[in-house]
């Protein structure tokens, strides 16, 4: 009994280790854990970061089907007149981050700011669970129930749901700029003929759909020690860094007893570009929850080598599906007329190049690529050189298609 008290805590540690992926510099150390403890912000995302740069920002709210309420700041720039503002973008964020990771470096390196400046009318999406998302209509955090959910749910309701809120605002269809796990609950919810009607393009950093080949040792091994099991047999729902549980065993963890050398290479791959002197910076908004059962989805996808729903295993299967295995998001139903960009990386420990390629395989459509050999997972939102490395690229995509007529 007691051994098994003793694995399982060394599991934990070990989880909670892997959550660092935000809060480990480029050089692989760990910056200071202090941060971590802080309350998150009361001040909404517009308050809180986009407005001090000077910024125009206005916080919106928009209800999922299934009750949960998320938060949405439009953003536009000092310099562009309001009436000028070109075609909508949402921004829709990675996996323990939210909104604000658009937007923590300057204005001349941060995606949300460049586009603003380049006349694009620009949404900042917040799925479920995290701080700038506002709970639901009927359950509490605190409620298991609030937690049941993975990355299917992200891409049907809440994407679904921040598209066409932004459609029917702006009357305009919607460009969708993804990274990471924004990615893969893009190119599912583009499957769905209801929403992507509604999509004029997409730009996909470190797009993922298969993780099959993920070369992250560290994710590699949390998977082959079934951790994610563990935690939902533990009773344990919400992966929350900030609890006082995470912070508790991360400022043991950061005492210096556990070797971090090249923690965020092992997790992300070697980043290249971002500057390691704001993480305390980033700490103070990363990393944010997410539920145990997305953890499960996303590690049933390293196993199997699928892009399918969640598998429940094979009674619930027949319940939910009427069918022993989960049904999978098909590509080839996305529209060959929607026009798609990609830019991954050579050093992406994550979005590793063989499943970016069995991804481009089954789109019925070429989508346009930018490569870059040196590129990790972090390096594609906080380079230091994003802009011109990767963020011109996609902007001159997003101008060629005709659509945008503000500059
Ligand atoms: C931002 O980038 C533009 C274009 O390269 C440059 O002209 C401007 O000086 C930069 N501003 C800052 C504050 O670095
Ligand atoms: C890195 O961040 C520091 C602190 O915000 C800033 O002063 C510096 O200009 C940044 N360096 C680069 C290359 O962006």
Not at 266 to 275: Q, R
């Amino acid at each position: 009994m007691e051994l098994y008290a003793a694995a399982n805590a060394v599991t934990v540690v070990l989880f909670l280790w892997f959550l660092l992926t935000a809060a480990v510099n480029s050089d692989g150390d760990f910056a200071a854990a202090s941060n971590l403890r802080r309350e998150p912000p009361t001040a909404g995302l517009c308050a809180y970061v986009i407005e001090p740069s000077g910024f125009p920002c206005s916080e919106h709210t928009t209800q999922t089907k299934d009750g949960y309420v998320l938060g949405l700041q439009r953003v536009s720039s000092p310099s562009v007149m309001v009436q000028q503002r070109g075609s909508p973008v949402l921004l829709i964020h990675g996996l323990f981050m939210a909104g604000d990771a658009w937007f923590m470096d300057s204005p001349n390196q941060s995606l949300g700011f460049v586009l603003a400046n380049r006349g694009f009318d620009v949404w900042v999406g917040n799925v479920r669970g995290t701080h700038w998302s506002h709970g639901h209509v009927s359950l509490s955090e605190k409620d298991k129930e609030f937690w049941d959910w993975s990355w299917q749910e992200l891409a049907l309701h809440d994407l679904g749901e921040m598209i066409r809120y932004v459609y029917s605002i702006t009357k305009s269809k919607v460009f969708v700029v993804g990274h990471s796990q924004g990615t893969i609950i893009s190119l599912a919810a583009f499957t769905q003929p209801d929403i992507v009607k509604m999509v004029e393009a997409a730009a996909l950093l470190c797009p993922i759909s298969y993780l099959e080949h993920i070369t992250s040792r560290f994710v590699l091994r949390l998977v082959n020690m079934h951790l994610d099991e563990v935690i939902l047999a533990m009773g344990i729902r919400e992966l929350n860094f900030k609890s006082n549980m995470g912070t508790r065993i991360m400022d043991m963890m950061c005492d210096g007893h556990v070797d971090c050398d090249d923690l965020l290479s092992a997790i992300t791959g070697k980043n290249c570009c971002f500057n390691s002197s704001r993480i305390d910076f980033y700490l103070e908004f990363e990393p944010h929850p997410t539920s145990s059962k997305n953890m499960h989805h996303l590690f049933q996808m390293i196993r199997k080598g699928t892009f399918a729903l969640y598998d429940y295993g094979i009674w619930k299967n027949l319940k939910y599906y009427s069918q022993i295995k989960p049904p999978v998001f098909d590509l080839s139903s996305i529209p060959s007329s929607l026009p798609i960009w990609m830019g991954y990386g050579g050093k992406d420990a994550l979005a590793d190049v063989i499943d970016v390629q069995h991804t481009l395989k089954e789109l019925p459509s070429k989508p346009d690529l930018l490569y870059l050999e040196k590129y990790g997972h972090i390096d594609f939102l906080l380079s230091t050189n994003a802009r011109e490395d990767v963020y011109e690229g996609m902007i001159s995509f997003f101008s060629s298609l005709g659509k945008f007529t503000s500059y």
